[in-house]
């Protein structure tokens, strides 16, 4: 038993070390195109040889994020295979189709043109080329949607029925599965989090320039265009960042709970803006959960169900239940569980001896309690709560961070408006520093939605634990060591060449 | 709408021609093993760089796409072998990572490991990555060592995880079949797309002495898979048994995939002949065509006519086929009228290559483009 929790330990471990790196780049990726695309469209339609240089110099650096963003992308893919493989049988029905249409729809589109984007100037015309620009551009975007509409999915699984018979889900409806609230909310989140990411990035590199007093006009073009897709993007972050995590109450309270940190669940709940857990805090004692921390009152009520005065459960009530609240404690849905996992086996033998009263009987058993299945290999009732402090701290940087950005933005399109900006020192400085802070948001952002989900692959429908492939935990300690060293070894290399690609500047390209 | 064999049938198809387009695709890996073959100075390394640089994310995309396909279509042999032949599937991973960020890196001032080490990535990627999706490809002829239990969970039997397949010499001869056709491949690839003297003078030599032993590979490979012990599944009973020369008799039962094998031989003969005789340019044509084709009917023969196309040398009825490992009727009516885009993908892949490959590529044309590999 040992064995199998430390496999399903370093597969987590692999998983999340593949998936954070590849995160790393992807967000650019996504932002970037676009701002890259809208410069050209500007050098297309003023025919300013300036503009020119500019689109091919921020191009420059996205193919150097381009690259390793593919390198660790194709191993995401195929690790679903690898690394969980019962996950893939179980649930393949639904989550293969997603996967699937994204390299068919989104990858070709890609990869195709971004040949054309690079090597295409002088061979094919400038509006062929401007459009391959924006194809590449909707392409990564697409790809986008499909992965997220796989990963709303694995938060909110709809449109599908478990099939006794071959022991696996499967899709009875593809728009469920595409429209799935999650999902939509989830990808316009995630795809205005890399239009920020972007426009920080160009922000703060053209902020080096001004400070070193070189390529100033260059740096002031690329500011304003910047500036104002952030400012625009970033509205449309905390407009989609609220209904995601009006999602997340309605679809895993538990996960909402984890993120503020809220064991005892209360009418106007409110937000913890500022907070610091108390680490001997455990669930069912009665110490204050956090040793110091700031509210604001009725925010999370409001924020969860769009009303100031609306209950939301702490991880006590989701554990212990509520007749009040309607909610069914976790003991009860693993005893469900185990009763539909057991009528599920009793089906396969009946079924096998040719008893089919008996196991039309069992089906029937199955049937009632089979939306408890996954609680029924859970081992005690605290194993349904994720990483409190993992989903917290996480969950306030990367909203902290999204209002500061939000600020820098305003305060960036003001100045470069102004044409001050080159002299706001303490400005350039800041824009240069957050950069790193950009990324930080966004590995923060995927960890909650990821740990937070914990400790389900799929909610309360397949616990990790279930999913794993079962090969040896040596295995995939191997490959995970094999995976951190070569994806750092690579990312110092991505690292330097794009410094050096700033320090050529635009003038080089 | 259409009934659910026909589905699987329609999408073992699908898989098989994502499979054969990607070996044909592998000329860029074949191209990268031969870079200090055919290239004698630097720029003509470069050119020849260059000239894969703009076709090797196609080749990629195939490989990801063959597996989301399989993914989507036939997800029980997607959880059985990627999980159970774990370490065969990682090495290809790593040999395909490692591959996409060289092109970028390679000539990139700071690139901190340097450009020799950038064309070893290469190089590792377009040999041990082939040869290792050989032998993947292979195992479904020769089988692996894997068991589905009553709930369709499965799991490999040694832990050796697919590495054990190295110790056959039909996978083995599958691989480096697969890695000789790449290399003649690339160099036809090459003859097509790059305008350097020096380089095209070396084709002839490296086309002749590649085919031939590729030649000699693909004769062995494909008289074993005629003479072998074939598993057959009964279509009511679901009941898999042994057949000798099953292979064979698949054939024999279609006909017309006897006809198509005869002129993919040609097609490739053909393009072998005309660019060693002539030179000519398009070679890669004729050969590549026959490359596809004969690829496709080797697929085919393990999806159709009852055949089992992954063999489990542990549990014979554990084996997987098309119709005991495929996604649901309706997620395969799903897929079908999303495949309706293939016909569009394929056509603007091929209008944006044959617009950027009006001219052949030379040596003034990459050092005048200052964002060149």
């Given at each position: 038993?040992?064995?199998t929790e430390?496999l399903v ?5 692999q998983?999340?070390?593949?998936a954070?790196y590849?995160?790393?780049f ?5 932002g970037?195109t676009?701002i ?9 339609k ?8 500019t689109?091919?110099?921020w191009m ?6 381009f690259a390793i ?12 295979g690898?690394?969980?493989?019962n996950y893939?049988w ?6 293969g189709?997603?996967l699937?249409i994204?390299g068919l729809?989104?990858?070709f589109?890609?990869?195709t043109f971004f ?7 002088n061979?094919?015309?400038?509006k ?8 590449v551009a909707i ?5 986008a949607?499909?992965?997220l ?5 694995m ?5 599908m029925?478990?099939?006794?018979d071959?022991?696996?889900?499967e ?5 469920e ?6 999902a939509?909310?989830?990808f316009?989140?995630?795809i205005?989090s890399?239009y920020?990411l972007a426009s ?5 590199i053209?902020?080096w320039y001004l400070?070193?007093?070189r390529?100033?006009?260059?740096a ?7 500036s104002s897709?952030?400012?625009i993007?970033s ?7 609220d209904e995601?995590?009006?999602?997340v109450?309605?679809n895993?309270p ?13 009418k106007?709940a ?10 001997k805090?455990?669930i ?9 921390s ?9 924020l969860?169900y769009?009303?100031?005065n609306?209950?939301?459960p702490?991880?006590?009530?989701l ?10 404690s ?9 009763i ?6 009793a089906?396969?033998?009946f ?9 039309s009987?069992?089906l029937?058993?199955?049937?009632q ?6 609680y029924?290999?859970l ?6 709560v ?6 917290f701290y ?13 600020i820098l933005?305003v305060?960036s ?12 020192k ?10 790193p802070l ?10 909650v939605?990821?740990?937070g ?6 909610q309360?429908?397949l616990?990790v634990g279930?999913?794993?492939?079962n ?5 995939v300690m191997v490959t ?5 060293v070569?994806?750092t070894a690579?990312?110092?290399a991505?690292?330097?060449i ?12 | 709408?259409f009934?659910l064999l026909t589905?699987?049938q329609y999408?073992?198809f699908?898989?098989s021609?994502l499979?054969?387009?990607?070996v ?6 074949g ?17 020849l760089?260059n ?9 990629f ?24 032949a ?7 991973l790593?040999c395909?990572?490692?591959?996409a ?8 001032p700071?690139?901190?490991y ?10 590792i990627n377009?040999s041990l990555g082939?040869?290792?999706i050989?032998v993947a490809?292979?195992t ?5 060592n894997f068991?589905?239990?009553?709930n369709?969970?499965s ?18 001869a599958?691989?480096?079949?697969l890695?000789f ?5 690339g160099?036809l690839y090459?003859?097509n797309?790059v ?17 031939g032993?590729f030649l000699?590979?693909f ?15 009964d279509?009511t009973?679901?009941v898999?048994?042994v057949?000798?020369m099953?292979?064979?008799?698949s ?6 995939l006897i ?6 031989v040609?097609a ?5 002949f005309i660019a060693?005789a ?6 890669i044509w004729?050969?590549g065509?026959?490359?596809t084709l004969?690829v496709?009917?080797l697929?085919?023969?393990l999806?159709l006519?009852?055949?089992?196309f ?5 549990d ?6 098309i119709e005991?490992?495929s ?7 799903v897929?079908s009228?999303?495949?309706l885009?293939?016909?569009?993908v394929v ?12 001219s052949?590529?030379?040596i003034?044309e990459v050092k ?6």
């Amino acid at each position: 038993m040992e064995q199998t929790e430390l496999l399903v330990d370093w597969s987590r471990a692999q998983f999340a070390l593949t998936a954070l790196y590849h995160w790393l780049f992807v967000p650019l990726t996504l932002g970037l195109t676009f701002i890259v695309a809208i410069m050209e469209t500007i050098y297309v339609k003023t025919g300013d040889e300036k503009w020119k240089q500019t689109t091919k110099f921020w191009m420059g650096l996205l193919a150097i994020n381009f690259a390793i963003g593919l390198a660790t992308g194709i191993i995401m893919e195929f690790e679903f295979g690898t690394n969980w493989s019962n996950y893939s049988w179980i649930v393949g029905d639904i989550f293969g189709a997603p996967l699937a249409i994204e390299g068919l729809m989104a990858f070709f589109m890609e990869s195709t043109f971004f040949a054309v984007m690079f090597f295409g100037w002088n061979k094919v015309s400038k509006k062929a080329h401007l459009l391959s620009t924006w194809l590449v551009a909707i392409g990564s975007n697409l790809s986008a949607l499909w992965i997220l509409v796989a990963n709303g999915w694995m938060q909110h699984p709809v449109g599908m029925k478990f099939n006794p018979d071959t022991a696996r889900n499967e899709m009875e409806s593809f728009w469920e599965v595409f429209f799935n609230p999650n999902a939509v909310s989830k990808f316009l989140h995630t795809i205005s989090s890399g239009y920020v990411l972007a426009s920080l990035f160009v922000i703060g590199i053209s902020a080096w320039y001004l400070l070193k007093k070189r390529d100033t006009q260059f740096a002031k073009r690329s500011i304003i265009v910047a500036s104002s897709f952030g400012l625009i993007t970033s509205l449309f972050l905390l407009t989609t960042g609220d209904e995601s995590a009006h999602q997340v109450a309605l679809n895993q309270p538990m996960k909402l709970a984890a993120m503020e940190g809220l064991y005892d669940g209360e009418k106007r709940a409110g937000i913890v803006a500022f907070g610091v857990l108390d680490p001997k805090k455990e669930i069912g004692d009665n110490h204050a959960p956090f040793l110091l921390s700031f509210e604001i009152p009725g925010a999370l009520s409001f924020l969860g169900y769009h009303d100031l005065n609306a209950f939301v459960p702490g991880i006590k009530n989701l554990i212990q239940g509520s007749k009040e609240h309607g909610i069914l404690s976790i003991p009860e849905k693993m005893e469900k569980g185990r009763i539909a996992v057991a009528a599920l086996g009793a089906y396969k033998k009946f079924k096998k001896e040719g008893d089919l009263l008996q196991a039309s009987q069992a089906l029937k058993t199955f049937e009632q309690n089979q939306a408890y299945m996954g609680y029924g290999y859970l081992k005690k009732p605290e194993d349904a709560v994720p990483n409190v402090a993992l989903s917290f701290y996480s969950f306030h940087t990367m909203v902290g961070l999204g209002t500061w950005f939000l600020i820098l933005f305003v305060i960036s399109l003001y100045y470069s408006m102004t044409n001050e900006m080159h002299n706001k020192k303490w400005l350039l400085y800041l824009a240069i520093a957050t950069i790193p802070l950009g990324y930080v948001a966004q590995e923060a952002g995927w960890i909650v939605a990821e740990a937070g989900r914990q400790p389900w692959a799929i909610q309360d429908l397949l616990p990790v634990g279930m999913a794993a492939s079962n090969i040896t935990s040596t295995s995939v300690m191997v490959t995970f060591w094999l995976f951190a060293v070569l994806f750092t070894a690579l990312l110092i290399a991505e690292v330097k060449i794009m410094i050096k690609q700033i320090k050529i500047g635009p003038e080089g390209h | 709408m259409f009934d659910l064999l026909t589905l699987q049938q329609y999408w073992w198809f699908l898989i098989s021609l994502l499979g054969a387009l990607f070996v044909f695709m592998t000329f860029v890996q074949g191209g990268q093993t031969l870079l200090y073959t055919l290239a004698k100075t630097e720029d003509e390394r470069d050119v020849l760089v260059n000239s894969l640089g703009r076709k090797w994310e196609l080749t990629f995309t195939a490989l990801v796409m063959f597996g989301g396909a399989l993914f989507a279509a036939m997800p029980l042999f997607y959880a059985v072998s990627f999980g159970g032949a774990y370490y065969v599937w990682m090495g290809i991973l790593f040999c395909f990572i490692i591959q996409a960020v060289s092109y970028e890196y390679r000539k990139k001032p700071d690139n901190i490991y340097g450009e020799r080490f950038y064309e070893a990535l290469l190089y590792i990627n377009g040999s041990l990555g082939i040869f290792l999706i050989g032998v993947a490809v292979a195992t479904l002829f020769s089988g692996g060592n894997f068991i589905v239990n009553e709930n369709n969970l499965s799991h490999w039997t040694v832990e050796s995880y697919g590495l054990e397949a190295l110790l056959n010499p039909f996978n083995i001869a599958f691989g480096l079949m697969l890695v000789f056709l790449s290399r003649f491949q690339g160099a036809l690839y090459f003859l097509n797309n790059v305008n350097v003297p020096s380089i095209t003078a070396r084709i002839k030599k490296v086309v002749l002495i590649n085919f031939g032993i590729f030649l000699l590979l693909f004769l062995y490979v494909v008289s074993t898979i005629l003479f072998m012990d074939g598993l057959r599944y009964d279509a009511t009973t679901s009941v898999i048994s042994v057949e000798s020369m099953k292979f064979f008799h698949s054939f024999m039962h279609m006909p017309l995939l006897i006809v198509l094998l005869l002129i993919a031989v040609s097609a490739l003969l053909y393009g072998v002949f005309i660019a060693v005789a002539k030179n000519a340019q398009k070679a890669i044509w004729f050969s590549g065509f026959g490359v596809t084709l004969t690829v496709l009917v080797l697929f085919l023969i393990l999806g159709l006519d009852s055949s089992v196309f992954y063999p489990s040398l542990a549990d014979m009825q554990s084996s997987l086929t098309i119709e005991n490992s495929s996604a649901s009727q309706y997620t395969l009516e799903v897929m079908s009228i999303v495949s309706l885009l293939v016909p569009v993908v394929v056509l603007y892949i091929i209008f944006v290559w044959r617009s950027m490959d009006k001219s052949q590529i030379t040596i003034d044309e990459v050092k005048s483009d200052p964002h060149h590999y």
